[in-house]
């Protein structure tokens, strides 16, 4: 498991609870909106496990959760070990994923070693490789989605948007067919310089436009949020 960044404490990562992130490197994705590039490059310091570990004893009274993060943390053969060692330490545990390895989030829940998973939808099925900019199974992003969905665990399903990958009818479709889920959020793009495809290419949505959406959406889910 490769870890190359962290935050050590987040108020937003984890709901409602104070959290460390740790940001593992590479992704199978390369979404065109992706603020961490360099993690996907795999550029970045390692940071030894025994520095972590030795820091999450440290912690352990001030804060409640660790978020794994990336980069996608299930492409690494070491996420069950460092995940179970994170709980183990008596963390509660967060991944964030993309959600192409389902067999992988099914083992963590099974074996109870997270407590959270939030699940990056990045656009209706028949857009998923035009925002992604590669190949994608798109069953094994489904079979994912039913898993969280299906499961005994907190989860929540997410959507970054921008004006020229996704249009409204898209954001509507996507949470049309996760209605019923327990949560979901819209988070609108933010412009930067480490955005993947360079600054000033992809513009956020307007607030009323999120308004709307917002509307129309009541009642699909039981917690629902736009970071506009
Ligand atoms: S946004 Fe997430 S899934 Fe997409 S390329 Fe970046 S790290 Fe990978």
């Known amino acids: 498991m490769n870890i190359i960044g962290q ?11 104070i959290s460390i ?12 909106y992706c603020h961490n590039y360099h993690l996907v490059k795999g550029q970045g310091e390692t ?18 959760a660790v978020c794994i993060s ?20 008596g ?11 389902p067999e992988v989030v099914k083992r963590l829940i099974h074996e109870k070693i997270v407590d959270y998973v939030a699940m990056d939808i990045k656009a209706p099925f028949h857009k998923y490789e035009t925002v992604i900019g590669t190949n994608i199974d798109i069953k094994a992003i489904k079979n994912t989605i039913d898993l969280l969905r299906n499961s005994h665990i907190d989860y929540e399903f997410r959507t970054t948007v921008c004006k020229e ?7 509507l479709e996507i949470a049309n067919y996760l209605k019923g889920s327990k949560r979901y959020s819209i988070q609108n793009f933010r412009d930067g310089e480490t955005v993947l495809v360079g600054e000033n290419k992809l513009h956020p949505y307007d607030i009323e ?14 917690v629902f949020k736009i970071r506009k």
Do not use: Q
Request: hydrophobic share 30%; with cysteine; aromatic share 12%.
């Open 7 to 17: 935050e050590k404490a987040s108020f937003i990562d984890y709901p409602d609870k």
């Open 21 to 32: 992130v740790y940001f593992c490197s590479n992704c199978n994705m390369l979404c065109k």
């Open 47 to 64: 940071i030894d496990h025994d520095e972590i570990f030795a820091f999450l004893k440290k912690r352990k009274k001030f804060v409640d």
């Open 70 to 89: 990336g980069g996608e943390p299930t492409l690494h053969r070491g996420l069950y070990d460092f995940a179970k060692r994170v709980k183990d330490t």
């Open 91 to 101: 963390y509660l545990v967060k991944l964030d994923t993309n959600g192409s390895n």
């Open 165 to 171: 990958l996704l249009t409204k009818e898209d954001i």
């Open 209 to 222: 436009t999120l308004e709307e959406i917002e509307k129309e959406l009541e009642g699909y889910f039981e």
